[in-house]
């Protein structure tokens, strides 16, 4: 079945297909990421271009028994192409992207934080809180995020004042009692009461909350860590290195 459609994507990756086209990975609501040619991409002035992290309503030509997917034209609602000329909001954009592409997954709620984290990257929000933000709303959205409330392997409410560990068995935060990776992964109550309220606000709201310097570096190091221990794809972009520079 061939058919065009008009949807509205976020560009998440670009790259070369052969000498005079390019490859565009796109997010959508409803589709989730999708490969899309850009057919003379590199070689024509008239052909169009698909910036990374820049939103259109994209008009698609599909052959879907092909699995085959072409733009024809787009109407650009933003091009982002300040995050491109910082090195830690294109870190952090990266990892965003490569969270999205590996998820397989879809929907308005994903869609709405993906722009909305770019948007901030944009405007030149510090990158490491729009990380923090992201990763632990994404976390809750793919299903893996561990309980800030009570231990997932005893079951007991957390203290206000309770220092987290960390279960390799449950692959999750826990109490101190069951923690069984030897302290090296630890969440402090203060930083907890930060990430809930994260979980809690609109983004905007959320970088208005006021917190030192050191204790977002402290809780952008424990989310980079945790995210290693706990999601279930290899990210190239953690495996880098590139994200502890920022």
Known sequence: MERDSKELCIVLRTYDAGETSRLATLFSADEGA????????KKSAKAIKAPLFSEASFSLYRVRERNQ???????????RDNIMSSFPATMVASLISELVRTSRMSGAGLYALLASCLDELE???DPKRIAIYFVIRYLELFGILS??????????????DEILGYSPKEQSLCCSLCDGYDGKLILPPNARAFLMRNLELPLEKALLLEISGNMIDRIYSFVLRYLRLAYPTRLKILESGMLETV
């Open 34 to 41: 999708f490969e899309a040619m850009l057919y003379g991409a």
């Open 69 to 79: 997917c072409s733009v024809k034209d787009a109407d650009f609602i933003a091009i």
């Open 123 to 125: 405007f030149g929000q």
């Open 147 to 160: 309980s800030l409330e009570s231990c997932p392997v005893c079951q007991r409410i957390y203290a206000c």
